[in-house]
Every structure is written in structure tokens, then in C-alpha cells.
């Protein structure tokens, strides 16, 4: 399902900007920020997602699309400053950055100086030193060089297009992927924005402004939480920058995607909406990422990771992956005594009870199955609120071993699927792997406390079989002895 946007010009201290927007205006606002030789169209693949749950605003940067260029020359700090100005204008509290190449090395930027104004970012192969690989180098420099200069600048105008159609050519290898997944379509219009006519000059002062925003050395000192996707076929950016983010930047959750060169949001676009949906928490549906979200869907969403911070399997999860877990569970409100499984079916569900209480109940041994009823089962215990159940049936998908039913005042139920969980690990192995501990850990507690209680089963087994023989023991020790025998 296509996601309905709206173009607009925003004005930002006398510079006018083209902003194509999308999702229920008044929702946390999403920013998304193109890079070099582009235009918003560069991140139109995760728009759709995005506004389930945030109002989305894709800007032109001056001299790019349907913008102007600055009346200035073109640095990253300008670029920052006047994205700032945005935010500040058109929200009234922190954003979400999505930036894409040198639109990574703006967000970056922000991150550094307007850290209160962003609250998290995902970032698609951003360039972080500034210096793109040798086949850019090789094929772009030149042109570059000539633009930068008002007689060369002069003469590739003249040219442009002859010239941007022969780097064309050159290019594809460099910025996708061998075996990229990329339509025809979109990489003819990705293409036509590179080729758009009059802004040599800013491509030029763009390519020289990443260079002198080298952020080596800078990395440690972001502190935004930060989601970074690059592709593993990357010739723009070069992968030595990712590792320049592994070496600086541990905080960041660092993601390579097989099968993608430079722009993973169309090579790779199923992975890459999957990570980035469970990063940020959307709910993830089977058939479209993009369906819209409710506004009610939404509050559950944050009362539901809320809830979590005091529950089993929310220890040492922050407030974004719990909701990037909330997301992912359903819920279920169940009448008293209503039967949430029986132990007949299938091991799929793990439960959170949220509210009330699930009382487990177990057939006694020797009942005949046909002759089953409530009435005739044992009560073996209950859980309540911020406790999980049915964990161990969930993970081996074996029988499961009794029936959990509601208590005597009903409850609220949060299910968290196999296929779900699998997926949520596969996409965010940081939180899936504090969420299989924080399971494996109440698992753990289980186990040790049946072990204590059948510990304090058999000393007080013993305990009780003690006196008698203590008195066994003393009355023996109390026995008249017997007349030794005469010599």
C-alpha cells in the first residue's frame, strides 16, 4: 500500500526548502536526510514505514532537487545549522534523523552540536571520513576539481550532460551491488537526480565539504543512540569507515547487509525496513510494513513498554528496545477462568501477564483424558503480573505440560510469538540476546527455587523422622548392662 505524501516549501532563515511529507501531522516527527548528488527520492523506499508512527519529513538540501542552492558556499556545518533551524521551527520535541550517505555525516553533526534535538537515527552508509573509495576518486575528482572553479565550472555546465551520462556508465559498479535488487525504475530516477542540471556547483563544494568534516576521532563523543546499516558491496563509501565505527563508536548498533552496495534501502529493501522497523519499534505486519498504525495502537505500543521495564524479560532493556519488544507482542484480555492454552496445543506462545493473574492447572495423574474438567484438575500455582509463562514450550515448540487459565478476576495477556522472537533476534541481536537472558535467567530462578523446595521437603522429612531416633538412640544408651560374666 502506497503511502500518501504532500510537497511543500519551507522557508528556514530566507532559505526556501522542498519537503515532501507523510503520516499524521502532530506525531513524533522523523527527518530524512539525502546525500550527495541526490534528493529526498534517495530514502522514498522507508517513507512508507516510517509514517506508521511518525510524521515524516524528507527536505531537499539546498542545490539539490527541487531546492535552491545556499546564497554561501555549501559546507556540513551550514547544511546542520539550517536542519537544526528546521527542527526547531516545526517540532516541539526531539526528532528521529534518517540519513543516508553524506546525509549520515549531517546527522552525525547534529548529533554532536544539537544533541537535545535528536532522539535516535539510523544512519545508511554515512560517510565518516569524508573520503570516498578510489573508483569515486578516479572517475569523479576530475569533474569536481573543475567545478569548484568558476571557468571549469563554466565548461562542465556546458557539458553536463554529456558528461554525467558517460559517468553513468562508469558508475553503476561503484554504487550497487554486484547482484543488486534494485528496479530499473529507481535507478533511472536515483540516476536523473545525479544528473540534474545546475548543480555542478554544489556537487563540487559537497565533495570537498565531506572532506573537511572528517569526523575520525569525534565518533566517541555521540551519544545518541544510533542504528547504522551499510551495505557490504558499499564502492562509494568505503567499508574502512564502518570500521572506523566499530572502532569509535561501540555504542552504535553496526549492521552489514549482504548483496548491497551504497544504498541498501532499494538493494536490500526488505532487510533493511526489517531492521529498522524493529530498531524504532514499529509493529512489524506479516504481509506490509507500511500499514498505517492507529493512534490507539500507538498508546498501547508505550503503556505496553512501560509495563515492561518491571516485568520478567524488561531487566537491562532501555526504553527503545522495550519498545521495539512492545511492538512486536500482541494482547489478550481473557474473562476469569477462561482457558488462555491448553496443554493439547501447540507450543508457539510465550506470556507476559500484564494485568490479573493465570493460574496453571494440571489433569492428576491417572485421570481418564476423557472424563477432563476443570473441576477434576490440580491447581499447581499462579503468576502474576510482570511474571512470564509458557517459555519452555515456546522455545523447543514441545507439548506443553498443563492448562493456564485466568484467575477468579480475569487477565490481560501479552503474547509474544516464536517466529516473532526469531525474528526480533535476528534483526536486533543486541536486545534479542538480553531478551533470551532475561528468560533463560527466570528459568534459571524456577529451577533453583523447586530445587529448594524439594530440599526443604526432605529436611523436614527428616526432621520429622529425627525424634524417634533420637529416642531410639537414648534408650539404648540407658539400658541396665548386664552382669558380667565371672572370670
Known sequence: ?????????????????????????????????????????????????????????????????????????????????????????????????????????????????????????????????????????????????????????????????????????????????????????????????????????????????????????????????????????????????????ADEWPEADLRILPKAGHWPQFEADAATRRQIAAYLGLPRHSTELSMPVAEEELVKIGEVAQFLAHSDVGNQLNLAQRTRLAAQCGQRTCRPGEAIVHASDAGQDLYIIQTGTVEVWKDPEGIDPAMHAHAQMQHITTFRPGQIVGELAMLDQGARTADLLAGHEGATVLTLNRERLLTLCEDDAVLGTQLLWNIATVMSRRVRFILWQLNRAEQKRLAQSQPEINETILSAAFLPLSNPSPP
Open 1 to 245: 500500500m502506497a503511502q500518501a505524501t504532500n510537497e511543500k516549501t519551507v522557508t528556514i532563515q530566507g532559505q526556501p526548502l522542498h519537503v515532501v511529507e507523510a503520516g499524521q501531522p502532530g506525531r513524533q516527527i522523523a527527518l530524512l536526510i539525502h546525500g550527495w548528488s541526490s534528493s529526498w527520492y534517495a530514502l522514498s523506499p522507508l517513507i512508507g514505514l516510517l509514517a506508521q508512527r511518525f510524521h515524516c519529513l524528507a527536505v531537499d538540501l539546498p542545490g539539490y532537487g527541487q531546492s535552491p542552492p545556499l546564497n554561501k558556499p555549501t559546507t556540513i556545518p551550514c547544511y546542520a545549522d539550517l536542519l537544526a533551524e528546521l527542527i526547531e521551527t516545526v517540532s516541539d520535541g526531539p526528532v528521529v534523523l534518517v540519513g543516508h550517505s553524506m546525509g549520515g555525516m549531517i546527522s552525525i553533526r547534529l548529533a554532536l552540536h544539537y544533541p537535545l534535538l535528536i532522539e535516535r537515527m539510523v544512519l545508511l552508509s554515512p560517510t565518516i571520513s569524508g573520503h570516498l573509495s578510489k573508483a569515486i576518486n578516479i572517475f569523479i575528482s576530475p569533474i569536481t576539481l573543475m567545478e569548484r572553479f568558476r571557468p571549469g565550472s563554466l565548461l562542465v555546465t556546458a557539458v553536463e550532460r554529456t558528461i554525467v551520462g558517460l559517468t553513468d556508465r562508469l558508475m553503476r559498479p561503484v554504487s550497487f551491488a554486484e547482484r543488486t535488487g534494485i528496479t530499473r525504475e529507481d535507478y533511472a530516477r536515483i540516476r536523473s537526480d545525479a544528473r540534474r542540471p545546475g548543480q555542478g556547483r554544489v556537487r563540487a563544494e559537497c565533495f570537498w565539504a565531506m572532506r573537511d568534516n572528517d569526523l575520525r576521532g569525534q565518533l566517541h563523543q555521540v551519544e545518541t543512540p544510533a542504528l547504522v546499516i551499510w551495505g557490504a558491496e558499499d564502492n562509494t563509501v568505503p567499508l574502512r569507515d564502518a570500521g572506523v565505527v
